[in-house]
């Protein structure tokens, strides 16, 4: 399974952003994309990872990380295979590298429960 991270740039501080994760090579006969769980992360220079987003299978629910809750909404279009992460009112401390994974439960900032990851998109908000 692969996945695929764009929308990345540079933004003003204020700004707004769309991210998107696109899966593919689901193995016939297996799980689909209808099967996981998206998360959105994010690894600003010299931090841990952190989880920003997660929508469950199927977008039964969605889960946000407290210091961007407001700022940010997850959806997924599943006809797509694609996820996309709105993100608005960015700050500086917003920078970082967003990565989207996959995994069977929505596990928000659980990095070790993620079946596979995107080579993410670099977000820079200049102040």
């Known amino acids: 399974v692969l996945l695929e991270e764009s929308g990345g740039g540079l933004v003003q501080a204020g700004g707004s952003l769309r991210l998107s994760c696109v899966a593919s090579?689901?193995?016939?006969?297996?799980?689909?994309?209808?099967?996981?769980?998206i998360s959105w992360f994010r690894q600003a220079p010299g931090k841990e990872r952190e989880g920003v987003s997660c929508?469950?299978?199927?977008?039964?629910?969605?889960h946000y990380t407290d210091s961007m809750k407001g700022r940010v909404a997850i959806s997924s279009d599943n006809a797509k295979n694609t996820v996309y992460l709105q993100m608005s009112s960015l700050k500086p401390e917003d920078t970082a590298v967003y990565y989207c994974?996959?995994?069977?439960?929505?596990?928000?900032?659980?990095?070790?429960?993620?079946?596979?990851w995107g080579k993410g998109t670099l977000v820079t908000v200049s102040s």
């Open positions: 090579g689901f193995p016939s006969g297996g799980f689909t994309f209808d099967d996981y769980a």
């Open positions: 994974a996959a995994s069977i439960l929505c596990r928000l900032g659980r990095s070790s429960d993620m079946d596979y």
């Open positions: 929508i469950s299978a199927g977008a039964a629910s969605t």
